[in-house]
């Protein structure tokens, strides 16, 4: 475990400064990681492409990497809360780019915290501090971020420690996020049977599927939208790697899922690969008609009756290590082809 240093944007700042990385890649090529403390993000662009950004803004109550776009400039996140487009739900406010939390830690609720929550809640919710960026590299075929941050309960006590390590890479026009997180238990932390955790992505309405159903959904201004269904656009279709499809793949486990939809003549694939080294591999998948494509491998009772609690527990000074991987096709996937990709995946170590 790296140590760890005052959680200040200006520390951050002073390490970046300070040059704290790797030579990088030649301007407008390869994969480039470009840090900007002041402005609370770290960009992330490929042969001078925007692919994603690390960011923490104050509104958000956790890290995140938004927007996620694919090699061939499709936007594949929602907009809202940050930057809503025309039609699109606004539910589960929470719901930001791709994020790793959980809705219960210690009888505290990270994943659901947002400005949404009403007061009487928030002692209940937890939040995710961005402490610092550790180490940042760019290359020709891949770059790399290494951060810290700490878990916070409603208490304002500190109860986890996480460092994570990104690398984004490129290959052939593939895109792929590798994200590891390690968990330093700073006192008892017991992860309790839930449904909302770990590894989520909310997707842009032309990836929802075209089953999902409508509703009233509030924004975090307590603003309405009517929606009578699915989006107009919507085309996703959800594919594990046991063979369940569409909305038969919620619940259900395997060691990758992947969402395959279009935009006109776009076709985009995103899958997430799970790793074996994994608690609770192979995960379930929280991967909902409305846009929700999540990995928990710490729900166990909640998508199973049959099955016991995991209630998953560090104890004080113990670590656990979380590896995932999501790659963003800018066409469709197979099914040989995303084995082939997990085999890989599950021989990586770093």
Same mark, same amino acid.
């Given at each position: 475990?790296?140590?760890?240093?005052?959680?200040?944007? /200006?520390?951050?700042?002073?390490?970046?400064?300070?040059?704290?990385?790797?030579?990088?890649?030649?301007?407008?090529?390869?994969?480039?990681?470009?840090? @900007?403390? &002041?402005?609370?993000?770290?960009?992330?662009? %490929?042969?001078?492409?925007?692919?994603?950004?690390?960011?923490?803004?104050?509104?958000?109550?956790?890290?995140?990497?938004?927007?996620?776009? @694919?090699?061939?400039?499709?936007?594949?996140?929602?907009?809202?809360?940050?930057?809503?487009?025309?039609?699109?739900?606004?539910?589960?406010?929470?719901?930001?780019?791709?994020?790793?939390?959980?809705?219960?830690?210690?009888?505290?609720?990270?994943?659901?915290?947002?400005?949404?929550?009403?007061?009487?809640?928030?002692?209940?919710?937890?939040?995710?501090?961005?402490?610092?960026?550790?180490?940042?590299?760019?290359?020709?075929?891949?770059?790399?971020? %290494?951060? #810290?941050?700490?878990?916070? @309960?409603?208490?304002?006590?500190?109860?986890?420690? #996480?460092?994570?390590?990104?690398?984004?890479?490129?290959?052939?026009? %593939?895109?792929?996020?590798?994200?590891?997180?390690?968990?330093?238990?700073?006192? !008892?932390?017991?992860?309790?049977?839930? !449904?909302?955790?770990?590894?989520?992505?909310?997707?842009?309405? $032309?990836?929802?599927?075209?089953? +999902?159903?409508?509703?009233?959904? =509030?924004?975090?201004?307590?603003?309405?939208?009517?929606?009578?269904?699915?989006?107009?656009? +919507?085309?996703?279709?959800?594919?594990?790697?046991?063979?369940?499809?569409?909305? &038969?793949? $919620?619940?259900?486990?395997?060691? $990758?899922?992947?969402?395959?939809?279009?935009?006109?003549? @776009?076709? +985009?694939?995103?899958?997430?690969?799970?790793?074996?080294?994994?608690?609770?591999?192979?995960? *379930? $998948?929280?991967?909902?008609? *409305?846009? /929700?494509?999540?990995?928990?491998?710490?729900?166990?009772?909640?998508?199973?009756?049959?099955?016991?609690? *995991?209630?998953?527990?560090?104890?004080?000074?113990?670590?656990?290590?979380?590896?995932?991987?999501?790659?963003?096709?800018? =066409?469709?996937?197979? &099914?040989?082809?995303?084995?082939?990709?997990?085999?890989?995946?599950?021989?990586?170590?770093?």
């Amino acid at each position: 475990m790296l140590k760890r240093t005052a959680s200040t944007l /200006l520390a951050a700042g002073a390490l970046l400064a300070a040059g704290a990385h790797a030579a990088p890649a030649p301007a407008g090529s390869g994969v480039k990681v470009t840090p @900007d403390a &002041a402005q609370r993000r770290v960009d992330i662009t %490929v042969d001078g492409k925007p692919f994603t950004s690390y960011i923490w803004p104050t509104e958000v109550k956790k890290p995140v990497l938004y927007p996620i776009v @694919d090699a061939n400039g499709m936007t594949l996140t929602r907009g809202f809360p940050l930057e809503p487009r025309p039609g699109e739900r606004t539910d589960h406010p929470h719901h930001v780019g791709l994020w790793f939390n959980y809705s219960n830690v210690n009888d505290f609720d990270f994943w659901n915290n947002s400005d949404a929550i009403p007061a009487a809640r928030r002692p209940k919710m937890g939040s995710i501090r961005f402490d610092k960026i550790v180490s940042y590299s760019s290359g020709a075929h891949r770059g790399t971020l %290494v951060t #810290e941050s700490t878990w916070i @309960d409603g208490t304002g006590k500190p109860i986890i420690e #996480e460092t994570t390590h990104f690398v984004f890479a490129n290959h052939n026009g %593939v895109r792929t996020i590798d994200r590891v997180a390690t968990l330093h238990a700073l006192d !008892k932390v017991v992860f309790h049977d839930d !449904k909302d955790g770990l590894l989520g992505l909310r997707v842009a309405s $032309w990836l929802e599927s075209p089953t +999902a159903k409508g509703g009233v959904f =509030r924004d975090a201004n307590g603003i309405e939208t009517k929606v009578s269904g699915a989006s107009p656009d +919507a085309s996703g279709v959800y594919l594990t790697s046991e063979g369940a499809k569409g909305d &038969a793949a $919620w619940g259900t486990r395997g060691r $990758w899922c992947a969402l395959t939809g279009h935009k006109g003549s @776009d076709v +985009a694939t995103i899958a997430i690969f799970d790793h074996p080294g994994n608690p609770g591999y192979p995960t *379930y $998948w929280h991967a909902r008609d *409305y846009g /929700l494509f999540a990995a928990n491998p710490l729900g166990r009772d909640n998508f199973d009756r049959a099955q016991p609690a *995991y209630n998953y527990t560090l104890e004080k000074g113990q670590t656990a290590t979380f590896r995932y991987r999501v790659s963003f096709y800018p =066409r469709s996937a197979t &099914a040989g082809e995303l084995n082939r990709e997990a085999d890989a995946f599950a021989k990586a170590t770093e």
